[in-house]
């Protein structure tokens, strides 16, 4: 293939790291592909799939241990000045210059890829007003919101008109609105000039939107074509499925996910389980493990396919992706005396919560009650005011006014007593890297005042109930790893209440699973949990949810009437969060106006 | 665009980002411009070896006229304060108080040992500080031959056995440390501001990310070396300025070198601290660790081993070897001579020489640790 019809040529592309433990692995395994130029195309694959390692060789930033890999016809290895110079590439975290101002850090880049500045004006008008950030010019980047600082890192790439652009997961950590506006961007460009772009991605609706798209796992490329042919390697595997009688959706999706051998993939939606079956396991075969509930086909969608790909080769790579599943309750069981709890006390109550930092309201008057065994939602934008209220729940932070009981206990009264009956798992796992797991474990016990048999008893308990490897060093464990860690820490001292700030943000979908299958088992075993997140798709796990915008809170109910309340054109969970901001943003401007 | 007009524009751009970035980091111009001052003023008046007004217990035995006129000199020293014990035991008890440094005692039979030409006077200093005890010592000969001197000019004959030792030191005359310890100021100022400074640069920017978006522009390895060093480089200058400018007026340390000379040597080193501080900042990428061994690697050594205080020739030869090997000793060398002893042309030249290497290799080590690459 000529230049003209092909932006990336890869033959037999390897490049090995070494591990944290010292072995040497193959972050890319002997590739070979051809990416077509003029077109959108995307890399998706789990973490640790070669996804970054690949863009930075593409980028000249890493060098091939061995094949070739030609970027708009020049050898890479050979002289990777001349690809930096044609290509814009956006790293996963872009470098914005935080003490620079948002006019600042454009002008830099525009500096240092050489824009006229004739070309510069309208480019830079252009670029603000679509990240719609005209009026936030003087602001130090490092004032921006983690959605606003995602946008100008794209405007900053996007200076000029590149050949090639690279992008690494620029959506990730980012709230579907930021996200969606992310995708206007792009689209827009992309129609105006041809551009080429690659992206690599964990979000499927996103690769959707490519012409083409190359699977990745653990360094190899699993499947590379059009989304509807991709699509089609799932058909006639798919269904939809009641839920059980009186039992939320996540009953029947956890009883699924445990039956790998006839089940590939379920999550909970709309109330129903969709599922994946394996292709050799006999659609008559499935009768028993749904006991009698109702379920039909469904279309295949593009996730489905990919779920498919990827829990094959995970089959042949290795059978160690264990679920976490070892001591947890079995899931065909009634959830422990649900019924029966809901006339008890909640165990959280929230009335009129306000918490100001100086003029700046974070959180306004707000108020919602979390019953017993209960998984409920906190959902919101960048900057929603989601970390603030969850701070003030866990203690950590103090009301400015209204009244906060957690576990039956008033947190403005006694707010350490309230701490030991609540577990808290923080976004960025707290965990001692260079301690083995055993030792992180015995220091939690230790710091929850637990002590000698009592201590030893629970650290066992939970290494067993997540199957962690108590030698094993923290700090080198996989992502999923960590978390489970960094969750059996946080139920060491077997709170009532567990609080997870977005858990399962940076983690692929097999990893998600896991962790939400836990999820399920624990709330089975009546422990509350309170749970941020940024994928939409996973509020249908939650018996209820809250979507927070600046401050305010917008839906409260279970994820069926929050779809509801945004009306008839959200199809799912993300349209419908996206609608029930917007209308609130709307509502909010009118009455500026009025005012 | 042109190669040349590119690099301009970039290295513009580049550059005007670190003056940005400096000027917005508080702690960043305290550390540059408070720092050095603090330093000056802490070292050039705290850290001295001159002894001033140290109490020296006087116990007088003989109690005539001619053992009085024998310790007046003490009383009259500027650098001695005498007290007065009754008995020898009460000066042994204030010497081990610490109330005194010293203790000279004028023994009974000192009056008619003098008549027979052998007078004897005790001198016990504390040697618990050699340096303040030997200094003391001197200060209290001096103190008590000067009026013997003067009698023996009165009487018209030689005094004692006639050969008389008349001491006299080059350079520094007056013996005043703060002219030996000044100069040597300059060079730690610069190592600090150097290599401590930049030490936090790259590591910066590989923290926080910036540096993957960066590589993959036009820029090239030595833009962002020449964009990094040059705001450094000005901060450094003020600091030098003020360095030079206290010397010679506030501590009033003699300047007998040549002016220009000093100030191209200090550029010089001060560049090849800025570089080191660049090298060590891309090699850790990391601020703490960068940070930590900047201090290790270049102002300490500069401190202890590059003969701001010790005299290399007493130290044993690993260390010479080691201290031979630091940009500072050279540039210490040569701005003590610069200060006190003049424009000496082949020191200048070939301790100039030596920096300009450090210069380059370091320029070049540095270059290697951008280039752009992440693995």
């Known amino acids: 293939m000529s230049e003209a019809d092909a932006s990336v040529v890869i033959e037999g592309l390897r490049k090995r790291f070494e591990a944290p433990d010292g072995k040497p692995f193959d972050a890319i395994d002997d590739i070979s592909l051809t990416v077509r130029a003029g077109e959108l195309t995307a890399f998706v694959g789990p973490d640790g799939a070669g996804k970054t390692t690949l863009m930075r060789m593409m980028a000249g930033l890493l060098r091939p241990d061995d094949g070739s890999l030609q970027v708009l016809g020049i050898d890479v290895r050979a002289d990777p000045q001349a690809v930096q110079n044609r290509i814009s590439y956006m790293p996963q975290r872009f470098g914005l210059y935080e003490d620079l101002s948002v006019q600042e850090n454009l002008d830099l880049y525009a500096d240092l890829h050489g824009v006229p500045q004739e070309v510069r004006r309208e480019r830079f008008g252009r670029m603000l007003e679509m990240t719609d950030m005209a009026r936030f010019t003087d602001r130090p980047a490092g004032k921006l919101s983690g959605g606003m600082k995602q946008k100008l890192g794209l405007a900053c790439t996007l200076v000029r008109s590149p050949d090639l652009l690279l992008l690494d997961e620029p959506s990730v950590g980012v709230d579907p609105l930021s996200r969606r506006d992310l995708w206007k961007i792009l689209d827009q460009l992309i129609a105006d000039e041809q551009l080429s772009v690659i992206v690599s991605t964990a979000y499927m609706d996103e690769a959707e939107r490519c012409a083409q798209i190359f699977v990745l796992n653990r360094g190899k490329v699993l499947a590379d074509d059009a989304p509807d042919t991709l699509r089609e390697k799932a058909d006639g595997l798919t269904y939809v499925a009641d839920a059980l009688p009186d039992a939320p959706a996540r009953t029947l999706q956890a009883r699924l996910i445990d039956a790998p051998d006839r089940i590939v993939d379920a999550v909970p939606k709309g109330g129903d389980v969709h599922f994946i079956r394996r292709p050799e396991c006999e659609e008559a075969a499935l009768g028993d493990l749904l006991s009698g509930t109702r379920f039909e086909p469904r279309e295949a969608k593009l996730e489905d396919a990919f779920m498919l790909l990827l829990r094959e080769h995970e089959g042949e790579a290795a059978s160690g992706n264990d679920m976490a599943t070892a001591d947890l309750p079995p899931s065909g069981e009634k959830e422990a005396g649900r019924s029966g709890n809901d006339q008890e006390a909640p165990a959280i109550v929230v009335r009129d919560l306000v918490r100001k930092f100086g003029d700046f309201t974070a959180v306004a008057s707000t108020s919602f009650d979390v019953r017993r065994g209960e998984i409920f939602g906190l959902l919101g934008p960048n900057g929603a005011g989601k970390t603030t209220t969850f701070r003030m729940l866990c203690g950590l932070l103090p009301a400015t006014s209204g009244h906060l009981e957690v576990a039956g206990l008033d947190l403005r009264t006694a707010r350490a007593k309230a701490r030991g009956r609540i577990g808290y798992v923080s976004q960025k796992f707290a965990l001692y890297g260079n301690l083995s797991v055993r030792e992180n474990l015995e220091f939690f016990a230790g710091a929850y005042g637990l002590r000698g048999a009592h201590a030893r008893e629970r650290v066992k308990a939970v290494i067993a109930q997540f199957t962690l490897d108590q030698a094993a060093q923290s700090g080198i464990l996989p992502v999923g790893y960590k978390q489970r860690l960094a969750m059996a820490a946080g139920l060491l001292h077997e709170p009532d209440i567990l609080f997870l700030d977005e858990p399962t943000s940076g983690i692929d979908p097999l990893a998600r699973r896991a962790f939400w299958r836990t999820i399920t088992s624990l709330a089975q075993a009546g422990v509350t949990v309170i749970v941020t997140t940024h994928f939409m798709e996973e509020a249908e796990y939650c018996d209820r949810i809250a979507i927070q915008d600046a401050g305010e809170m917008l839906a409260l109910g279970t994820p069926a009437e929050v779809r509801a309340q945004a009306g008839e054109t959200a199809s799912d969970m993300n349209e419908a969060f996206i609608a029930i901001v917007e209308q609130g943003r709307a509502r909010h401007t009118d009455k500026k106006a009025a005012a | ?375």
């Not at chain 2, 140290?54 to 009085?68: K, N």
């Not at chain 2, 009754?86 to 039979?109: F, G, N, Y």
């Open chain 2, 1 to 375: 665009m042109s190669g040349a007009s590119g690099f301009r524009t970039r290295l513009v751009a580049l550059t005007r980002k670190e003056v940005r970035q400096l000027l917005r980091d508080r702690s960043n111009l305290f550390v540059g411009l408070l720092l050095p001052l603090a330093l000056i003023l802490l070292f050039g008046y705290g850290l001295s070896f001159d002894v001033k007004d140290a109490p020296v217990a006087i116990v007088l035995e003989d109690r005539s006229p001619t053992a009085q006129e024998a310790i007046a000199g003490i009383g009259g020293s500027p650098y001695l304060v005498p007290v007065w014990p009754a008995s020898m035991a009460e000066a042994v008890v204030l010497m081990r108080a610490k109330k005194v440094e010293a203790i000279v005692r004028v023994p009974v039979d000192f009056s008619q040992r003098r008549g027979a030409g052998d007078a004897r006077i005790q001198l016990i200093v504390n040697g618990a500080d050699a340096t303040t005890a030997s200094s003391i010592e001197g200060y209290v000969n001096g103190a008590i031959q000067t009026p013997s001197r003067h009698a023996a000019d009165r009487s018209g004959g030689p005094s004692g056995g006639g050969v008389t030792l008349v001491q006299r030191t080059w350079f520094n005359e007056a013996g005043n440390s703060t002219w030996y310890l000044v100069p040597g100021l300059l060079v730690l100022v610069m190592t600090l501001i150097g290599a401590f400074l930049t030490s936090l640069l790259i590591a910066r920017e590989w923290e926080r990310g910036t540096l993957e978006s960066l590589f993959v522009t036009p820029v090239r390895p030595i833009e962002l070396v020449l964009s990094k060093l040059a705001p450094y480089l000005v901060i450094g200058a003020i600091d030098m300025s003020v360095c030079l400018i206290s010397a010679r007026f506030l501590f009033e340390v003699p300047i007998r070198g040549s002016l220009v000379v000093i100030i191209i040597a200090s550029l010089l080193y001060l560049i090849v601290a800025l570089l080191l501080g660049l090298f060590i900042s891309g090699a850790t990428r990391n601020q703490f660790a960068a940070s930590q061994m900047a201090l290790l690697a270049s102002f300490m050594p500069a401190m202890m081993l590059s003969g701001f205080v010790f005299d290399l020739r007493n130290v044993p030869v690993v260390i010479q070897v080691i201290s031979q090997l630091l940009p500072a000793t050279h540039f210490m060398e040569l701005v003590k001579s610069l200060f006190l002893a003049g424009t000496i042309w082949p020191m200048v030249l070939k301790d100039c020489a030596i920096l300009t290497l450090y210069a380059v290799l370091l320029a070049f080590l540095t270059g290697r640790m951008l280039r752009k690459r992440l693995d």
